[in-house]
């Protein structure tokens, strides 16, 4: 059966393994990788976010937004609504995952009482003025990758492993390698890097890793834009796991009557 | 080049303002010819760079005429494996209230995908570019501006920029600022960037796109990628390089450049006449300098190549001040023609740069020297014609003027009867029409000179009876020296042909545009979303037709849509609207087609065509057409033909409803609002006025109001050609004082007689004065004779090959009145000059020759 990765918003398919033989490693990595997937599954998932883009010049700008995530496994559905600055309030993105392909995306405005569709060529741009993609906040499927386990390597003296994660022929993505740290002690991530044509692009650290309803999550999250020398951080406020939410909500139908 | 110093150099320095006015033939030919050329050239120029500089990286650009394309079709672009990228794009220009800003134009675009085509900022990083981008995407209002913009009008991130949306006038806040590049350079840097799903709302496109532009994926070939893209699309949508909307302005634009390029042929050829007879002049003042030369053993082939050179000369002279010319007047002229197409075609476009083409300028360079060269060959033959003893014996007054040419006569009269047999019997074949044309216009160059000849002789017994003396003189000066004054008469006539055909031809365009305003463009009121009809930057909702016509005293509604469509590779107008209502208010016979031709369009069985557009593509009622649509291709019956000017390129009337379903586009243009008998129409135009003020951004306006707005249009369209025909005038008028001159050269004697022998002063004047009305006189019978003729040609041109248009031949009495006074005016005030010459001479010197 096939087992994927569930990677909330912020985070990248990850792999773990150990080497040789190649086989086992590789195995072994797949097995880091699922394993962390099914220590982080939920039902659903709340949290109030903070997001602060922080551009070159050191110029803060803030954003509240709070999100919910209904299922898992791939065939999970996730509304994101923005709710600070005031001119931004109401602006809603509807993230609907499929296990085999590339989500559906949907943004909503307000003020013209319209959506847009995120266009897959499009998920390789920022997400509105931050240092994440559209691409970095679906979920990915471990089937789409190829994992290789690189070394034992300790991240802010947690030790982890490094795993190199690659897309597959005929997985769409704009990065074509990663490198992804996953904690020895609990499975969490603790940093991921992910490289186009070669050249590091995005690094995504995660920090104040703590077990919120048995489930080891980073509650503060800071993307770098290396090639723009610009960062921004999440923060995760109020994360709750496994609350009832109805499916009615994560449609777009719910998006209009907003 | 010895003989240039020595001969020529003195005589031009002698006779400054003669060689002044010489080449001011050439170098208002030239000028007008590059003027306008260059006036295009730079229009469209302007059009195609914004064209260039907004497209970015995009390949392709998919539209479906300017009907818009439905959100689904971007996704299904997108979806192709041959694109790597397709953006949805809006554009429109807008009216904004900033001082001298004008027109700004709004590139409206989803900016969550548009940098992969486009590039908003070359220099920094996007912050520099959108202050916040999610708010920009949140607020409808945002804006981004170029720097240049900003800087112009003291523009910050957080200002507000009047503009006129379909809810009135908006004000929007400037978001972003565009730092300079190739796009902000677009529209002459007047431009600005929002939210295409903002755009669709204030601009009243509902869920449509303009069209999408898109970047092919790694490997795909341009044509290949076209030709997928085209076919998995379907008929109806134009997959198109960005380029290739440059070709479609070219080809609107087609009518317009083709009437300039025949005024400016005009032109030219009137400056070649004007040369002729200045060098003729030339050859007559210095034909004892000839003389000298001859004696001294210079050759004939010498002689006639220093008079070549010489006309060479003053043709690349001004030829040079004619560039210059042109290239001043280009600027004003493009920001007319600018003007224009918006006015005519609805297509906006903002020229800043002048295009100096270096093939433009080279060609008129050459057209100008080549003219000269031309127009100087006879009287350079003349000039190495020259008897040396003849020209060296005083008192032998030398005739250059041969008089009458049997074998001209005789080619003319040839001529004239080929093309006279042509147009009666071969005028459905384009080749021969043309022949006869050209048949037409030598036989009456050649003819010119024998009919001015016998016309003086028929003006010699009133000039006489007028005034005995100073009448005989003035008419035998004339008959003395046909060749002379053929050339000035000739270059009159031209010119005054040129005036009556285009008089002609306003005057039909006029009955013809009139005549459709009152029997077919009849509504009592339009409900537009601009200013004018031609202009389709804004929508209304259908739903907002049901509104109107609850207004008190409104009895009918017909709900207008037009776009642009491209049939067969050319864009023609498609004029959507409800067929039975038009059917049941023209007051109008069809061209061609039964009386229930409406009926059968309401019930959708078919078109109805203008008839220009039928006759130019030889389409007739009972044939059909095919229409590419958004929903497949459709053949459709052709009803009928009917006069329709709602576009110059050709109209396709469809009933609203097959419009609808098959173009997907239920918006309206215009509202066409029939009053209730008794109802005043000001008092329902108040009562629409009062009831959306505010809530939708229209204009109501009556149909006296659009009748003005066409009529100014028409004029506006005209006043163009009438500035250049007013040159051409002016040039023959040169001439006239030219002929004069030398008239006044070769009489010194005959003068010189008169006065000796107790002729006053005044008579003199009079003689030379009644010299110059003859000339004016036999110049007007001539050009208002040969300006029939060609109004017949012109008229038939332009429904041949030009405009289709079917215009009544109507001979303009009202120029013609009008042009009497003014070329003898202008004759008399062209002869007070040369008159004032010849009673200033020295007697002695007069008498010396005899």
Known sequence: MTRRIRVLSVMLPLALGLVQPRAAAAQSAREVMEESQKRGQAASQHYEGLLQVVDARGKISDKRWIFDRLGSHGRSRAVLTFMEPPEVRGVALLVVNHPDRASDQWMWTPAIQRERRIALQDRSTRFFGTDFSFEDLEE???????????????????????IEAKPRTGKSSQYTLSYVWVRKDNYAFQLVENYARGALARRLRYSRIENVQGIWAGRVLEMTDVRRNSRTVLTLDKLQYNLPMKEERFTLQALRRQ | MMLLRLITWPYVRRHRLRTLLTTAGIVLGVAVFVGMRTANESVLLAFRQTIDRIAGKAELQVAAGEGGLPEDVLERVQAMPEVRAAVPVIEAAVGTNLASEGNVLVLAVDMTGDRSLRDYDLESGDEAVIDDP?????????????????????????????????????????????????????????????????????????????????????????????????????PGYQVEPPASRGRQIDSVLRVYSFTADMNSAFALFIGMFIIYNAFSIAVTERRREIGILRALGASRARIRALFLAESGIAGLAGSLAGLALGVLLSKGLALYISGLIAGVYGIAERTTEIATEPWLMAAGLLMGVATSLAAGWIPARNAARVDPIQALQKGRYQTLSAGENRVRRAAALALGGASLALLLFAKGWTVLFYAGYICAA????LVSPTVSLWLTKALRPPLRRLRPVEGALAADSLIQAPRRTSATVTALMLSLSLVIAMGGVARAVYDSIMGWTRTTLNPDLFVTATQNLTERTFRFPESLGDQLEEVEGVEEIQRVRTHRIVYEGSPIMLVAVEAKSMGDRVRRPPVEGPGDMYERAAR????????????????????SIELDTPSGPRRVAVLGLVVDWTDQTGVVLIDRASYVRWWRDDTVNVFRVYVKNGARPQEVRQRIVERFAGAHRLFVLTNREVAAWIAGLTDQWMSLAYAQIAIAVFVAILGIVNTLTVSIIDRRRELGVLQAVGGTRGQVRRTVWMEALAIGTVGLALGLGVGAVTLNYVLEMSQRDVTGLALPYTFPWGTAALLVPLILASAFVAALWPAESAVRGSLVEALEYE
Not at chain 1, 140 to 162: L, M, V
Not at chain 2, 442 to 445: D, S, T, V
Not at chain 2, 604 to 623: K, M, Q, T, Y
């Open chain 1, 140 to 162: 990915r499927d471990t089937e789409q990758y190829d994992f290789r386990a690189i070394a034992d390597e300790a991240i802010d003296g947690a030790a982890c492993w490094k």
């Open chain 2, 442 to 445: 030598l036989a009456l160059l």
């Open chain 2, 604 to 623: 959708g069985e078919g078109v109805i065509l203008s008839d220009n557009f039928a006759r130019l593509r030889g389409l007739h009622a009972g044939g």
């Open chain 2, 134 to 234: 999610l708010v920009f995407l949140a607020q409808p209002d945002s804006l981004i501006v170029t720097r240049e913009f900003a800087a112009r009008n003291g523009l910050a991130i957080g200002s507000t920029v009047p503009m006129r949306t379909m809810e009135g006038e908006k004000r929007f806040t400037v978001r972003g600022i565009m730092k300079s590049g190739g796009l902000t350079q677009a529209f002459g840097g007047n431009l600005a960037v929002m939210d295409v799903y903002a755009a669709q709302m204030v601009f009243g496109r509902g869920r449509t796109f303009d069209r999408v532009d898109l970047a092919l994926s790694e490997g795909v070939g341009l044509e290949r990628g076209r030709l997928a893209i085209g076919a998995r699309l379907g």
